[in-house]
């Protein structure tokens, strides 16, 4: 799903101006748009429509769970039949708890795992609960599964998107 | 934390004011002055809680990107996490209990773009990335309800 193509060349140098966030200043539209060459308004109205097309799927304060003590961040993959795994996913997405659901390629024979989840806790104790429940709810008690939690954090930041003014 | 900080948390991961003075309306609707909201979000930037107030682009929407891992032998995983650290296109690369112990994410303006960042590092570090892009987004990081404790 590219959808590049409805971006023009101005949503290209906006995305890219909004890569570091936004400048928390009183008219931080503005500021972008003096990076990106665009007026103000022309900045609010591009944002409107990216988000109106699911192309930004949030604007807002982003936060960093670890720092706000949510220092269990598992990684969850189940490894569930093709015919099975869209029902699942729309399942999982239903609990709270999951912060992010998707559906990946597989790797055999290093990675049969096709369905990602990921859960944010306070407690490792916690988190392991909440995959067994999970699993109980969705009748996945025999599903092959991993849980990866998290160690260092090497780098976590947005997306930067240019390179070299080619997107 | 003061119940300024922790109302911008809980109010403002989603729906930002697109206004010309988005911060005076955040004010309005927390009963604070424009210039308090800004400076908490600076001090919540400064601490390291909030990495910035910005834009998440939904995965595939722009340019392409995927989950890469690869499994480095303990005693070089830092000096790998470095290398992969030093591409602008990784944003996320985080150590993992497994043997698969690194996991980055790679974004760049095309599927191109990716692959070259992947053989790079592959080629650098002597080690086999893997590439596990998506398929299917069920649910999308569309912010995060705390539990204040």
Known sequence: ?167 | MNELEKRLLDGFQRGFPLTERPFAEIARQLNAEEDQVIGALEGLSESGIISRVGAAFAPGGIGASTLAALAAPPERLEEIAELVNGFEEVNHNYEREHRLNLWFVITAPDRDGVDRVIAEISRRSGLEVLDLPMLESYRLNLGFDLQWS
């Open chain 1, 1 to 167: 799903m590219e959808l590049t193509g409805e971006l023009t060349g101005a949503d290209r140098r906006l995305v890219t101006a909004m890569g570091p966030g936004l400048p928390l200043c009183r008219r931080p539209f503005r500021e972008i748009g003096a990076r990106a060459g665009l007026s103000e308004k022309n900045v609010i109205t591009a944002l409107k429509r990216m988000l109106e097309a699911g192309i930004i799927s949030r604007l807002g304060v982003v936060v960093r769970h670890h720092e706000l003590g949510y220092k269990a961040n598992a990684m969850v993959v189940w490894d569930i039949a093709d015919e099975d795994v869209d029902q699942i996913g729309e399942r999982f997405k239903t609990f709270d708890f999951i912060t992010l659901c998707y559906r990946r390629k597989r790797r055999p024979p290093q990675w049969p795992y096709n369905l990602f989840s990921m859960i944010h806790g306070r407690e490792r104790q916690a988190v392991l609960a909440q995959v067994d429940e999970l699993a109980r709810a969705c009748g996945l008690e025999d599903a092959p599964r991993e849980i990866l939690f998290s160690g260092r954090r090497f780098k976590q930041r947005g997306a930067v998107y240019n390179s070299g003014g080619a997107l």
